[in-house]
């Protein structure tokens, strides 16, 4: 089974190398002329996109700063801003506030959250259903610096929260102080979920009735429609889901920049945080990018895992 | 047809892209110079001084443009965004504002012209005392940036509110012990106000430095920079000491609460309300805090010439001088890589002449380092406190002039962070800094 549907959706990919008849010279020819119009986009990814990585990474091995010698002879220090970063008390624990940041506000916030709406949606009347996606996209609508001052407002000490709390005669606690893993989570929940909910309402919209509607003669209950069908069903855009706002949650710099600035302390320096502070405070850059390439490889981890266990064609 | 289109399309735009990188103004370059500075809600003072002398400089230079490029942003985003303009000689700027502790260090990262040749020339130069001198001298001996000015620090308290509390004043603290208990007393009095403010902590960047830690480091029988030997101090007790007040002060809510004094705009709340309002008895301070109440300053306040006290800081336990202030100041300096450094210069002067100065030194309230100025009536009366802290010179001390400086700078902030939130214990927290020392300057650079 595995073997004959990659070999259908190999063939259907490239029919020339198995088309005996085809003509070896118009067939490179027309792979060239179809090659070419993509030439000018690979182009700007290798200046925009390579570019930066590889230099990053060429730079994470040298001790450049912005000031002092190391600012006009930088020189080659090999692995010692790793060795330094793995001997830096403060890094185990940004990576650890890194997992948990991608994992309760990503994976598990947005990604349940955008799918639970997304099926409610399905149930609702029209008008409900455009008031509620206008208040979920509104979120996601809003600049990152907008809509980070705007988590800001809502939850600092004399924030909207805690003032609507005190309506209600709770006396809110200090949110970015006491509890920022917490405040800058829901924040980025709050920002992302819109993009998870769009993604599922149009996977949910090719899921065929026909096949759901077998499952309720066939006496599946709610639950089980969803767990056996719905969701097998639209198992590719869970992981290119999970997978986008993977990456993106990964790398959230202003919306914890702007509501807690990494702190208090280091209580919520996120990889990117740290990098930035060492880059941009602490002046190293070298130091800085040997951070960002950690972070490189955190996503790279979180990317095959994706692609292993959920995409479907592998085991299906 | 469609590949001849889609190419077309791309040499047009490649077209484009070569015509828009010919365009940087390689001709005119030497006829403008652009001048960089620090420029924020409560600092304009250099603004105002550089659009005064732009049309001046103008007039007397026909054919040079000047370029004013103020950066809004906060001391250490300003380094940094400095530094960065720095890395092409198409961003660096001619003249730029720069701090006397960065001196040194962007010196050795070759963003600053020695100005040896152009002094010898400038007139003006005798003017200036000595200390101001050495502030923009590096290490090879020349001279690279000019003082605008220079500061002292102190204490800065509210009569008001001690008097409210039973303090007798003047209130002159002979020891940190001292300082606690007045603190105390204002709690005991008024639990809703701050009693004591040192600041603290990443965000206040310097001024952690400046007007936090370093004012009580350099009051204790131990120094930061041993400068005979040229080598840093790790594993003192005054360090841990220093520590140990910064947590009781913020363990004991004497100082804001941790949360408000890591914003780092804390600075303004404390001259635009807190003083002001009587919310706050007292802090460290620098001499140019009245620039902020007096008149059309950025918190107008008339009333702090009655309200406001101050006092000189007091060492540890009262010992040596008794009191303690540290200096720093801003210079201006010329880029390394100005395609027009006479012209540059010649601004630099005109922005630091005799008239110039003093209008700086008041609007801004500085210490004058020009004689010319520091004896003009009209920077004497400027305000009330300006002879006091004129007068804690004799007592100042200037941060170790070293290239790694800033750098080692930043860990004692986040040294100040860790004990301020309880995050660490004062011992932990100097243990993670003498770690960051050995690892910025390296072991044979440090000394116990």
């Given amino acids: ?316 | 047809m469609r590949f001849s289109r889609v190419l077309a399309g791309v040499a047009t735009v490649s077209a484009a892209a070569l015509a828009f990188a010919g365009c940087s103004p390689a001709a005119d370059e030497s006829k403008t110079i652009t001048v960089v500075y620090q420029k924020t809600d409560g600092f304009v003072a250099l603004d105002e001084l550089f659009q005064k002398v732009k049309p001046e400089f103008e007039a007397a230079n026909p054919g040079i443009t000047v370029e004013l490029e103020p950066i809004v942003a906060d001391e250490g985003d300003y380094a940094t965004k400095l530094a960065l303009m720095q890395q092409s000689a198409e961003t660096a700027p001619d003249v730029f504002y720069e701090d006397t502790f960065r001196v040194r260090s962007d010196v050795d990262a070759g963003y600053l012209l020695n100005l040896d040749e152009y002094l010898a020339e400038w007139e003006d130069w005798e003017q200036f005392n000595d200390g101001a001198k050495e502030a923009g001298r590096a290490d090879d001996g020349s001279v690279y940036a000019v003082p605008l000015g220079t500061d002292t620090r102190g204490i800065w308290y509210s009569k008001s509110v001690l008097e409210a509390a039973g303090v007798p004043l003047p209130w002159e603290p002979k020891s940190w012990e001292e300082i606690l208990e007045t603190a105390r007393a204002v709690k005991a009095a008024s639990p809703d106000k701050v009693a004591f403010n040192v600041y603290s902590g990443k965000p206040a960047g310097e001024g952690s430095v400046m007007q936090g830690f370093g004012m009580l480091m350099y009051g204790t029988d131990d120094t930061l920079y041993d400068a005979e030997d040229q080598k840093w101090v790790t594993g003192s007790q005054g360090f841990v000491d220093s520590l140990a007040f910064i947590e009781t002060l913020y363990g004991e809510g004497l100082a804001p609460a941790p949360d408000v004094a890591l914003d780092g705009s804390m600075w303004q709340k404390l001259f635009g309300e807190w003083f002001p309002g009587g919310q706050i008895a007292g802090t460290i301070e620098g001499s140019w805090s009245p620039s902020f109440w007096k008149q059309d300053g950025s918190y107008e306040w008339p009333e702090y010439v009655d309200d406001i006290g101050v006092a000189a800081f007091p060492t540890q336990n009262g010992q040596g001088d008794g009191a303690v202030s540290l200096s720093g100041g801003w210079t201006l300096a010329v880029g390394a890589q100005s395609q027009n450094p006479d012209a540059s210069f010649d601004f630099l002067a005109m922005a630091l002449d005799r008239e110039n100065a003093l209008e700086y030194n008041i609007a801004n309230s500085q210490i004058a380092v020009r004689a010319d100025v520091a004896e003009d009536p009209a920077y004497l009366e400027a305000n009330p406190f300006i002879g006091f802290f004129t007068d804690l010179v004799s007592v100042t001390h200037f941060r170790p002039a070293t290239a790694d400086y800033p750098q080692i700078s930043a860990e004692i902030q986040a040294a100040t962070e860790a004990v301020m939130t309880g995050q660490m214990s004062p011992e932990e927290a100097a243990a993670a800094y003498d770690d960051a020392v050995i690892g910025i300057v390296g072991d044979e650079n440090v000394t116990q």
């Fill in chain 1, 1 to 316: 089974m595995v073997a004959s549907t990659s070999a259908l959706r190999d063939g259907a990919v490239r029919p020339s190398r198995e088309d005996p008849n085809s003509r070896v010279g118009r067939s490179s020819r027309a792979s060239i002329a179809r090659f070419l119009p993509v030439v000018p986009s690979i182009l700007l990814l290798a200046l925009f996109m390579a570019g930066p990585v590889i230099w990053s990474i060429t730079i994470s091995f040298t001790n450049t700063a912005l000031t002092g010698r190391e600012a006009k002879d930088p020189s080659w220090v090999g692995f010692e801003n790793y060795t330094r970063l793995l001997q830096d008390p403060g890094f185990p624990i940004s990576v650890w506030l890194t997992v948990v940041f991608v994992i309760a506000s990503a994976v598990i916030g947005q990604n349940a959250l955008g799918l639970a709406i997304a099926l409610l949606l399905g149930r609702v009347t029209r008008a409900t259903r455009a008031i509620v996606t206008t208040i979920v996209v509104g979120a996601w609508v809003l600049p990152e610096i907008v809509a980070a001052f705007a988590a800001y407002a809502y939850f600092a000490d004399d924030g909207t929260l805690n003032q609507l709390l005190a309506g209600i005669g709770i006396d809110g606690a200090n949110w970015l102080y006491e509890f920022p893993m917490l405040a800058v989570i829901l924040a980025n929940i709050w920002r992302g979920t819109a993009f998870s909910m769009m993604v599922y309402e149009a996977a949910l919209n090719d899921v065929p009735p026909e096949i759901t509607e077998a499952a309720v003669i066939d006496g599946a209950g709610g639950l089980k429609r969803l767990v056996w069908v719905t969701i097998p069903m639209i198992r590719g855009s869970i992981a290119t889901n999970l997978m986008l706002i993977t990456l993106q949650t990964l790398a959230v710099f202003t919306l914890i920049w702007v509501m807690t600035k990494g702190g208090p302390g280091i209580s919520s320096t996120t990889l990117p945080i740290l990098a930035y502070q060492e880059a941009f405070k602490f002046q190293e850059i070298g130091y800085g990018s040997a951070i960002a390439v950690v972070m490189i490889l955190i996503g790279a981890v979180f990317s095959v895992l994706y692609l292993r266990t959920i995409r479907p064609g592998r085991d299906a």
